[in-house]
């Protein structure tokens, strides 16, 4: 069911400009899907979540839709884009995959938009959050997050509750940037005082000497971006240079407190507030067994990017149904389009307009329950649209 492929740098046959006249091949019995996802590397943690997620629902629901098999090819593309665009190419041009999937960083989404579009093939956005990326491509839609959509609540939440003066640490890329100017119009609109601003670079941060700029600045709290799998040395850091006791309390878009590492971040993240799409404590019954079955499959705690992966293949298998087995790409995204079901991290739906994911967003508080860290939701929005979209 699931067959993992490594690079073979003899992938030149594959130019961008050859794949205009590229459609998959529609094998009567079979429906191919490409992941492509950082297993190795700094976002590692982000492509175990999201293929992990994809084998329990697998398990759940079987490897046969519409009278399809269904076969999961993965591929590792360690968050680096020119090896995202080697891998689309290969899966599309090798394998004749019917979709692909997955797309841990947004550089890796955005270098596969346009094999997408010239192979007319669905790209399933599973984890990158910037609001532009389904706007590269007609064949883009997305069942992760974008940083609009938790950037400006916790923005105008902090506002809201006492919180006048604010550092901001973001890393630098597109989803940091996002993070960073919808937090900062909906704060200071409120307000509040940006008083300290850095960007980090995005791979392998050292973030200690920037936190000690933070601490310095003395702001009521931190507002963090960093992508899902750095939260952890981010915490490690901030403990260590002591701003937990000088009373900097740490708020953001939930990548930061990831449940796949929260219960390893120790005390100093407690009290942490974010805004996210997913808590592994969400009390719905639908996510308690959500997590159950995780937790048993791989002896781990599921986080968002795991719930994200898990829509996505439900999204896959929903516009198969749909199509009654037809894998025509436009029929695919036009059967996606509009979709709505219940996910383990509440009811979704995928907008008909922008194929963009509409979801409650939730605010949330680390707290210990049982001897563990978990976030602890405490506040619902509701079907959330990207405002990276609704504003123009």
């Known amino acids: 069911m699931f067959e993992r492929k490594q690079f073979s740098r003899a992938a030149a046959f594959a130019a961008i400009t050859g794949l205009a006249a590229v459609v998959p091949a529609k094998a009567e019995d079979t429906v191919k899907v490409g992941l492509i996802l950082p297993m190795t590397g700094g976002q590692a943690s982000t492509g175990k979540q999201i293929e992990n997620a994809i084998k329990l629902y697998m398990q759940q629901k079987g490897d046969t839709v519409a009278g399809k098999k269904i076969e999961i090819i993965v591929k590792d593309d360690a968050a680096i884009p020119d090896k995202t665009k080697t891998a689309a190419q290969e899966l599309i041009v090798n394998d004749k995959v019917n979709f692909i999937g997955g797309f841990g960083v947004t550089p890796a989404a955005l270098a596969a938009a346009p094999l997408a579009t010239q192979a007319k093939i669905p790209e399933v956005v599973m984890a990158a959050g910037t609001s532009i990326i389904t706007e590269r491509s007609p064949y883009i839609v997305r069942t992760s997050f974008t940083l609009a959509q938790s950037s400006t609540i916790i923005g105008d939440w902090a506002v809201k509750n006492g919180i006048k003066k604010v550092a901001t640490l973001t890393s630098d890329y597109a989803p940091g940037n996002d993070a960073l100017n919808f937090f900062k119009?909906?704060?200071?609109?409120?307000?509040?005082?940006?008083?300290?601003?850095?960007?980090?670079?995005?791979?392998?941060?050292?973030?200690?000497?920037?936190?000690q700029r933070m601490k310095d600045a003395k702001p009521d709290a931190i507002f963090v971006f960093v992508p899902a799998g750095q939260g952890g040395n981010f915490m490690k850091q901030y403990a260590e240079r002591g701003l937990d006791k000088a009373g900097i309390k740490v708020i953001g878009p939930g990548d930061v407190t990831d449940d796949d590492l929260l219960n390893n971040m120790g005390d100093a993240v407690l009290g942490t507030v974010t805004a996210h799409i997913y808590s592994a404590a969400h009390p719905s019954q639908m996510n308690k067994d959500f997590?159950?079955?995780?937790?048993?499959?791989?002896?781990?705690?599921?986080?968002?990017?795991?719930?994200?992966?898990?829509?996505?293949?439900?999204?896959?298998?929903?516009?198969?149904?749909?199509?009654?087995?037809?894998?025509?790409?436009?029929?695919?995204?036009?059967?996606?389009?509009?979709?709505?079901?219940?996910?383990?991290?509440?009811?979704?739906?995928?907008?008909?307009?922008?194929?963009?994911?509409?979801?409650?967003?939730?605010?949330?508080?680390?707290?210990?329950?049982?001897?563990?860290?978990?976030?602890?939701?405490?506040?619902?929005?509701?079907?959330?649209?990207?405002?990276?979209?609704?504003?123009?």
């Open 291 to 392: 997590v159950a079955a995780y937790q048993k499959a791989f002896g781990t705690r599921p986080g968002f990017m795991a719930v994200s992966g898990y829509d996505g293949i439900h999204l896959i298998y929903e516009a198969l149904k749909k199509t009654n087995g037809d894998t025509d790409g436009t029929k695919l995204v036009e059967a996606m389009k509009g979709q709505k079901w219940e996910s383990p991290r509440g009811p979704i739906s995928i907008d008909p307009e922008t194929r963009d994911i509409v979801q409650n967003v939730y605010i949330r508080k680390v707290e210990k329950t049982n001897g563990e860290l978990y976030n602890v939701e405490f506040q619902t929005f509701e079907a959330v649209k990207d405002l990276g979209k609704t504003k123009k």
């Open 185 to 211: 119009e909906h704060f200071t609109a409120g307000g509040g005082e940006v008083v300290e601003e850095v960007k980090t670079p995005l791979a392998n941060p050292d973030f200690a000497p920037f936190l």
